[in-house]
């Protein structure tokens, strides 16, 4: 090993104590192979035991006595190495969102690549099976016969066959009667496929000759290989038939070539489009492209909030400055908010790109995943396409970032690390001197402020593409409706609208964003609700599956006929879902056909293409959904937009209520008129002087931001402020509450001691909205921070959580610290 060569090593391991780098020496058969990015296997702890690390810098000298530095043991030579730009992004996330690197790294790397640690356990050499049989227990008599019979088996595979496997194992370890190894593996590889194909040493011609004119199998392998070129062996079977013996004659006799090439997993190969050319511009989208162009030729950073109304022609500027940035070599990531989305954009974008578009989103296989992340990183494709984590596509000359909907909440991660998509594409933009577009006909109120005060540059479009006039919008009082004696779902006005659609051929929305049957069963003798035993949160009916579901750890039971505190039969079920919505349309409107698009109906793999589908062909009359059908779909011939219960999410507690009401209401009232037909909406609600509903039916974003500005500012909410939610879990309430209360007893003395004073800006520790969930406690911290503030504060929060005094007071608690949380339950 030559002096000096040294590297800093993140290691794969989910600990808050070994959050840091760790200097490991670079042997000099490795020094030209290993750099920033590197995966490798490296010795850790006391018994040297190997682990996957990354190598995060390289350096001539070490910090640390020479004598304590182990050497690098392999560079993991797969297909990929992280560049420095994403390594430096997971150095950011760690420090922004106080989450551990190797979380941040799981984002970034493609999943199922990461390789994991498994035991696999052999029979000694040389065992006599027989001789020692009668010596061993009935459990370890198990596992030695399934070791003869299978040669090796995991940890886990022994786990799933034999009771107490662990036990049994480490007895059968101690008397020699087995072996273990460790060995790495990752959840997810490349699928290797066989080609065959003629030799490219002799002409056709001559091969035929050489054939025998009794081989008609061998002919007809060689006539289809000469008119079709290389061929996979699953398709030659199917074409000619034949076996692998005929193939290996061919092969000896050096007519035809077998060799093996990797066999790419495409998710949308059977999605077929017809080429499209770029549409001719409104004067606003001419606008918008002279305003961003500029940038994107000088490659100069910076951030645009194209403001624009739905239907205003926003995905028509983003195929333009893609194109335009392709044309000058650079590549380009487009997220959108919803899965749902994602075909329709592929549909699009596949007409104007052709293959130049990969595609990201959880919806895919791992498989289907790790093959389209590795298209986009060895460069065979210019955009990727996708949901949230679509962010971290690994492209080496990114143009830009382009957020649809930039207003969504599912660009917040709910996992540690909590990141927002948003915040990533700032950081990859300025990186990569990249331009970063967000749109949004409802943007969020922090966007909309940094556009105001000049930290984007705003661009507003306010007609719509086909200059049609936005939908009328009425608003009905439905405590009216209740006064008159109708305590139907649907309001006179919703009734007679839907009944006219159905007559005139039009298509039909109806919005409610709570799905299931019923919401709750309650006793109506003693008032006992039927909740989830794990999370103390009711539990909600699903008819069609005749059960009842925790929305949140996915627990569920039959319904009970009696109550189970009183014994009364006075069961009753409250509240609406879209279930129940969809078996009610069906009732009122049998004469059309009904479909639902929510998590119930779309679990399966392609379920939620297939109902959009039907529906943009008009085998759909009326189509119920949750915030899914709320955004981005484009269907001509709806005309009417029904909404059941415009209030659902106005009254909780959340500062962003009004404001996720007001998008919800604006962006689902979109869907209607986008045709030549003009359209309508019917907002039902028992709020309807609400500022947020009154402005969302005026689509008047302005009005709403004014108003909602003022209240965020007198009770300090962003953007006058970042919020920090500390989330305190565990199995035992007293510890939680304990663990909770030291906590911020130990940041409110660190707070005053660097200047911060603290006593107006924490909350808490108190229980949270959602008190227990999978059987954990919850408690909660909330912390209001100015901006000047946010760094130290957010590094003393670090320090705490990581220091050994606090660490003993949390040993069975879980900390969740979420930076800017989007929601405070």
């Given at each position: 090993?030559?002096?000096?060569?040294f590297s800093e090593v993140y290691i794969n391991h989910k600990s808050n104590h070994t959050d840091?780098?760790?200097?490991?020496?670079?042997?000099?058969?490795?020094?030209?192979?290993?750099?920033?990015?590197s995966r490798v296997m490296v010795p850790f702890g006391k018994s040297n035991n190997l682990v996957e690390g990354y190598v995060v810098a390289l350096k001539n000298h070490a910090d640390i006595d020479l004598r304590y530095i182990k050497n690098i043991h392999a560079l993991i030579e797969d297909e990929y190495t992280l560049s420095k730009e994403l390594i430096h992004l997971a150095r950011w996330m760690q420090q922004q969102y106080l989450c551990r690197f190797v979380d941040a790294i799981q984002c970034i790397l493609p999943t199922g690549s990461i390789l994991k640690k498994e035991k696999v356990y052999r029979l000694e050499d040389n065992l006599n099976l027989l001789s020692v049989i009668e010596k061993t227990t009935e459990r370890q008599q198990a596992i030695l016969q399934l070791l003869a019979q299978y040669g090796s088996l995991s940890e886990s595979q022994l786990q799933s066959q034999v009771e107490d496997a662990l036990k049994e194992l480490s007895k059968l370890l101690k008397h020699k009667l087995i072996r273990v190894e460790e060995l790495f593996k990752k959840d997810v590889n490349t699928i290797r496929e066989k080609m065959i194909q003629l030799s490219e040493n002799k002409s056709y011609e001559e091969i035929i000759k050489s054939t025998p004119k009794t081989a008609v199998k061998q002919k007809s392998i060689l006539d289809y290989l000469f008119q079709k070129g290389p061929t996979s062996w699953t398709v030659l079977r199917e074409a000619v038939g034949g076996s692998l013996t005929t193939l290996r004659g061919l092969q000896e006799k050096g007519f035809i070539e077998i060799y093996e090439t990797e066999k790419r997993r495409e998710p949308y190969k059977d999605l077929k489009v017809l080429p499209s050319q770029a549409y001719k511009l409104t004067r606003e989208q001419e606008h918008a492209m002279k305003e961003i162009t500029p940038y994107l030729k000088s490659q100069q950073h910076q951030t645009f909030l194209l403001h624009g109304i739905t239907g205003?022609?926003?995905?028509?500027?983003?195929?333009q400055l893609i194109e335009a940035l392709i044309g000058m070599g650079r590549d380009a990531i487009l997220l959108v908010p919803e899965i749902s989305l994602t075909t329709q954009m592929i549909e699009r974008f596949r007409a104007r790109f052709g293959d130049q578009i990969a595609v990201l989103h959880s919806r895919l296989s791992l498989g289907e995943r790790y093959d389209e992340w590795r298209r986009i990183y060895n460069g065979e494709v210019k955009i990727a396409i996708g949901a949230r984590s679509a962010i971290f596509a690994p492209f080496r000359n990114l143009g830009m970032i382009i957020i649809d909907e930039e207003h969504e909440h599912s660009y917040k991660s709910d996992y540690s690390p909590k990141y927002h998509a948003v915040e990533v594409a700032e950081v990859r933009c300025r990186e990569n001197?990249?331009?970063?577009?967000?749109?949004?006909?409802?943007?969020?109120?922090e966007s909309y402020n940094k556009a105001l005060v000049g930290e984007y540059k705003l661009i507003q479009m306010i007609n719509r593409y086909n200059s049609n006039p936005l939908p009328t919008v009425s608003v009905v009082d439905m405590r009216e409706e209740l006064q008159r004696g109708n305590k139907s779902i649907f309001s006179e006005a919703l009734y007679q609208a839907i009944k006219d659609n159905l007559k005139r051929k039009e298509q039909t929305i109806l919005f409610l964003n709570r799905r299931g049957y019923s919401t709750f069963i309650s006793c109506r003798?003693?008032?006992f609700v039927v909740k989830c035993p794990q999370c103390e949160i009711a539990l909600t009916y699903h008819k069609n599956a005749h059960h009842l579901t925790c929305h949140y750890c996915g627990q569920a039971q039959k319904p009970p006929t009696s109550c189970m505190q009183c014994g009364s039969k006075y069961i009753k079920y409250f509240g609406i879902g879209t279930e129940k919505v969809e078996k009610i349309t069906k009732d009122c409107f049998p004469e059309a056909v009904v479909a639902r698009l929510d998590l119930d109906t779309t679990s399966r793999k392609g379920?939620?293409?297939?109902?959009l589908k039907d529906y943009a062909a008009g085998k759909i009359d009326l189509l119920i959904g949750t915030q899914m059908i709320a955004k981005g779909l484009d269907f001509p011939n709806v005309t009417l937009v029904g909404i059941i219960a415009a209030d659902t999410s106005l009254n909780l507690p959340d500062f962003r209520a009004s404001e996720k009401t007001f998008q919800l209401i604006t962006q689902v009232s979109g869907r209607a008129g986008r045709g030549e037909r003009p359209g309508r909406v019917i907002v039902q609600t028992y709020e309807p002087k609400?500022?947020?509903i009154q402005h969302a039916t005026k689509s008047d974003y302005k009005g709403f931001y004014e108003q909602e500005i003022q209240l965020r500012?007198?009770?300090?909410y962003p953007p006058f402020s970042r919020l920090i939610n500390i989330i305190f879990s565990g199995a035992e309430e007293g510890e939680v509450i304990k663990a909770s209360q030291e906590f911020t007893a130990i940041l409110s003395n660190s707070l005053s001691l660097e200047g911060i004073e603290p006593f107006k800006r924490i909350y808490g520790p108190a229980p949270a909205h959602l008190s227990k969930i999978k059987q954990n406690f919850r408690w909660q911290l909330i912390i209001k921070s100015k901006a000047v503030d946010h760094s130290r504060l957010t590094g003393i929060i670090n320090n705490i959580r990581l220091e050994n005094k606090i660490q003993d007071i949390i040993r069975r608690v879980n900390i969740s610290i979420d930076i800017n949380p989007y929601s405070m339950l």
């Open positions: 090993m030559k002096q000096g060569h840091r780098a760790f200097t490991y020496a670079v042997t000099e058969e490795l020094a030209d192979k290993v750099c920033v990015g205003s022609g926003k995905t028509e500027i983003y195929l001197s990249a331009l970063l577009v967000l749109g949004s006909a409802t943007p969020s109120v003798k003693c008032g379920s939620m293409e297939k109902i609400h500022f947020a500012s007198a009770f300090l």
